[in-house]
């Protein structure tokens, strides 16, 4: 297999194993202990602050980015080397997680 034929398999693969996750995650989603299916809930219901739709809004930008240079990628266009590479980096630079749950480890270990 040479490396133009790898490359568009595994874009493939990409394009049929990120919906798949997201459809497992919802459905795993209902088995979750009632307790956290209740702070998921409290979670959505809450108004999203100034700063969480700017965040949203540059996701989505970022969203629609990653899929045309994917798409072009795949395509075999040259010119979207360097965003795909550039979109992929920056989003591994900054992840946060927030969690309850570690938030009360580390009250139980003071």
Known sequence: MN???ALKASIIVQWVVIPLSLVIGMYEESFLPETLKLFI???AEKELSSTEIITFSISI???VAYIVTNIAIFLLRGWARKPYTILVFSSFARVIVKSGVRDHDQAALL
């Open 3 to 5: 490396a133009t034929k």
């Open 61 to 63: 930008i970022f969203l």
């Open 41 to 43: 809930e409290s979670e």
